[in-house]
Structures are given as structure tokens and as C-alpha cells.
């Protein structure tokens, strides 16, 4: 791993362009924290990370920390590192607000300071919400199964906002082949993006060939497995990508930490890996890493067979009473649950 921390130069950084024309950069930082790192901590990476030429930040109302990381953006826009123009922010409504996004939309600019988003996403398809902390096996009485007609309605508001210019870009996350079949008729702008959680052990290859077919770009979260994901995302038979051993080979052919490999998969595939570290050998690495020795055909054919289907995030906080398990969040069936 490199110790030498000369910053990369974003234009070397590949981009990919959406249907808006707008260029994303190929790989983003990731802003949540789990329950292990503090909004400052954070906040300091995000604003070490951009000197060191990251240019694309991955935020969420519900990381808590929109303020902090607002204050680092604010830093390195007055010291002269980047303009707002530079940066890709995205930002997320979350599942509490599906009835006024324009206000949370405003809130999240506030707190970042920023005029506009790049990206604004529907964080997940559903209102249902959580307390902060809430075990696994919580199910909160107010929460529903999916619907179109409450789905549409968040996403008209969505489609306002970038007629008001708050957002140049919108798109969705969480989301299945079926309720994209039951909403993308109805929409008058289409998801730039889909934000789904892609990593080696869980490629999703039918989910992620229907959203490239559509048009969409597809935004991979924990693309690194991740590793330091709260207790409530954990169960005995999640596959570990880092210790895999297709991963772990070619790491060490080319000498650098298995999570490597997995970014360097990830972009080679066409996804947009967004790996979170608050730790700047780990971050610089992911960013250096992202613009030299790509994987051989050989490696990426090879990486195919590290697919494993072993979801992390299940979303079992979402359920609603009398679903049967987080199966049901995710339409294993080609059906829309209810
Ligand atoms: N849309 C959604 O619903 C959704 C859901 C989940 C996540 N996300 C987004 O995706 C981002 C990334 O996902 P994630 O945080 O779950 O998982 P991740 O990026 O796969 O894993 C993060 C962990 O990987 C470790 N790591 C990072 N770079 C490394 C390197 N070069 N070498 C070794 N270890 C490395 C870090 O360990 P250390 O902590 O020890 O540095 C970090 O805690 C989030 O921060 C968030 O922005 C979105």
C-alpha cells in the first residue's frame, strides 16, 4: 500500500456519463460511518479525501453528518482546492420524508452548503423507518408494503426538484426489477442512476443488467463487502469478499489489499464503487488504485465465479407486520411483495 500521498489528478479519474449528459466520476466516497466513526471524523476525511483529489461524495440525510461534511466542503471550496462545479454530491431522501421531499431536500443543501445537488436519490422505496439503533427483529407498526401510488408520489416530488434546479439528477436505490417494471411507465423523468449493493459476493447480475439495459448507471454501496458493517447487518452465513480466495490471488499478484481488487472489479464492470474508510492510507489507496493495473479478461472472467449471493444489507428495520422475512423487501419471486 502506498505511503505516499500525492494527490491524483481527478481528471485521470474515468467518468461515466448519465442520460442527463452530466460525467460522474467512476468512484465516489462513502459518508456512513456504521457506528463506529464520528460525523467529524468523517467530516475530516471527506475534506482530506478532496485534496487528495476525490471529487464525488456519496451523503444521506440519515449518515447524520450532512453539517459536518457541509463545513469540510466549505473549507476546501474557500482554500482554493475545488469549485462547487468540481464536485459530484449525492445526497438521499430518507424513508421519513417521502411525504415532503422538497423539505428535506432543502435541509441536506443547508447543512452542506451547497446550491444544488449533483445526484438526489429515494434512499429506499419504502416510508418505513426505523428508530436509530432498533434491533434486528424490530418491526415498527406504522410500516407498509410497497406501493406504486405512494412510490409515484414521492418520485413527482422528485421530478419537481430538478425542475427547480435543486438537483440536476435523480434516481433511485433499494430497488427491484419488479417495482421499477410497475413505476418506470409512470415516470416523466427517469432514474439517472440505481444506488444497489454490489460487491464480488453479491453481483446481482439480473438486477444489474436490467438497470443498464434501462438506462440507468449503477451505483455499487458496500463495494468492498463492507467489512465494518453494523451488528443488526450480520449473520453467520454472509460470505466475506476479502478472504475469498479468487480475490485474495489476485491481491496478491498485484501486491495490494483485497479490497482493492474489489474496486478495481467493480469499475472494470461499469459500476460506480462508493468505499468508505475514514483512514487516509485506505481511502488514498482506493482512489490511486482506481486509475492503474486494471485486472487481466482472464481475472474478470475468474471474478465472476467469486458470486455467491450473499446479500448484506438485508433491510429486515423495513418489514412491515406480517411480512415473512427481508426476502420480501426484494421481490425474489418477480413479484412485489405485500
Ligand atoms: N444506498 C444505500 O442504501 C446504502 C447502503 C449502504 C451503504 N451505502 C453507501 O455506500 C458506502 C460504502 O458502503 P459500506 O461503508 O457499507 O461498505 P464498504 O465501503 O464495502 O466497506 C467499508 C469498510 O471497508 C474498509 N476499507 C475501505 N477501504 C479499504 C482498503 N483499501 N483496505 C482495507 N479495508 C478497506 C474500511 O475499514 P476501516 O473502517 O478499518 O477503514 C471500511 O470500514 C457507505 O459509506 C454509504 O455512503 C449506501
Not at 485506505?282 to 455467491?308: F, G, H, Q, R
Request: with cysteine.
Amino acid at each position: 500500500m502506498s505511503e505516499n500521498f500525492e494527490p491524483i489528478n481527478p481528471e485521470l479519474v474515468p467518468k461515466k456519463k448519465l442520460r442527463s449528459g452530466d460525467e460522474i466520476p467512476a468512484i465516489g466516497l462513502g459518508t456512513f460511518g456504521s457506528d463506529f466513526y464520528s460525523k467529524e471524523e468523517i467530516a475530516e476525511a471527506v475534506k482530506d479525501a478532496i485534496r487528495l483529489g476525490y471529487r464525488h461524495i456519496d451523503c444521506a440525510e440519515v449518515y447524520m453528518n450532512e453539517k459536518e461534511i457541509g463545513q469540510a466542503i466549505a473549507e476546501v471550496i474557500k482554500e482554493g482546492t475545488v469549485k462547487r462545479e468540481d464536485l459530484w454530491i449525492t445526497g438521499k431522501v430518507w424513508n421519513n420524508h417521502h411525504r415532503e421531499v422538497e423539505k428535506a431536500c432543502r435541509k441536506s443543501l443547508e447543512d452542506l452548503g451547497i446550491g444544488y445537488f449533483d445526484l438526489y436519490l429515494v434512499h429506499w422505496p419504502f416510508p418505513n423507518h426505523h428508530a436509530p439503533g432498533a434491533p434486528p427483529d424490530a418491526r415498527n407498526p406504522d410500516s407498509k408494503p410497497f406501493s406504486v401510488d405512494e412510490f409515484m408520489d414521492t418520485w413527482k416530488q422528485m421530478e419537481a426538484l430538478v425542475e427547480k434546479g435543486l438537483t440536476k439528477n435523480i434516481g433511485t436505490s433499494n430497488m427491484t426489477i419488479a417495482k421499477f417494471e410497475a413505476t418506470l411507465p409512470h415516470m416523466r423523468i427517469l432514474p439517472a442512476a440505481n444506488e444497489m449493493e454490489l460487491h464480488p459476493c453479491f453481483q446481482q447480475p439480473e438486477l444489474f443488467n436490467y438497470v443498464v439495459e434501462k438506462g440507468m448507471q449503477p451505483i455499487g454501496y458496500s463495494p468492498i463487502g463492507s467489512p465494518k458493517r453494523p451488528e443488526r447487518d450480520r449473520t453467520d452465513q454472509d460470505a466475506v469478499d476479502i478472504e475469498h480466495p479468487i480475490v485474495v490471488k489476485i491481491a496478491e499478484r498485484l501486491s495490494v489489499h483485497p479490497a482493492i481488487v474489489c474496486i478495481k472489479w467493480a469499475i472494470q464492470r461499469g459500476q460506480i464503487p462508493i468505499p468508505f474508510s475514514v483512514h487516509r492510507s485506505k481511502y488514498y489507496s482506493n482512489l490511486a488504485n482506481a486509475i492503474k493495473d486494471p485486472l487481466t479478461e482472464e481475472e474478470m472472467e475468474e471474478m465472476k465465479k467469486v458470486d455467491c449471493n450473499s446479500r448484506l444489507i438485508k433491510g429486515q428495520v423495513f418489514l412491515w407486520e406480517g411480512a415473512r422475512g427481508w426476502e420480501d423487501l426484494w421481490d425474489l419471486d418477480g413479484k412485489i411483495a405485500q
